[in-house]
């Protein structure tokens, strides 16, 4: 079992950046991040893996910067530029084996999420 910790979140202007931390208890091979924006499907932002490999959203790429510290177990997402779409509940997850898509299915480990909102 591996536990998600997750913080960071907040609010701020079109433009402005945030960077979001989720602590895991113990040693994961995959991890990410996902959103969720009300009466919407949580989709993938971005992804890591321990080869430090990683994959992005569309949506997110050029803006936002997943990255891990090893040493510290911990998962950051930089985001700059925010838009107001942007605007949603961002959740943590892991995995113990590699990933190689941006699936909400394929993790099992999630944490309880942190809320970003962006206004115009």
């Known amino acids: 079992q591996v536990h998600l910790v997750e913080s960071g979140g907040g609010s701020v202007q079109a433009g402005g950046s945030l960077r979001l931390s989720c602590t895991a208890s113990?040693?994961?091979?995959?991890m990410a991040w996902f959103r969720q924006a009300p009466g919407k499907e949580r989709e993938g932002v971005a992804l890591i893996r321990t080869s430090g490999t990683t994959s992005y959203a569309d949506s997110v790429k050029g803006r936002f910067t997943i990255s891990h510290d090893s040493a510290a177990n911990t998962l950051y997402l930089q985001m700059n530029s925010l838009k107001p779409e942007d605007t949603a509940m961002y959740y943590c997850a892991a995995e113990t084996t590699y990933r190689y898509t941006l699936a909400p299915s394929l993790f099992r480990f999630w944490g309880q999420g942190t809320q970003v909102t962006v206004s115009s």
């Open positions: 113990s040693f994961t091979v995959s």
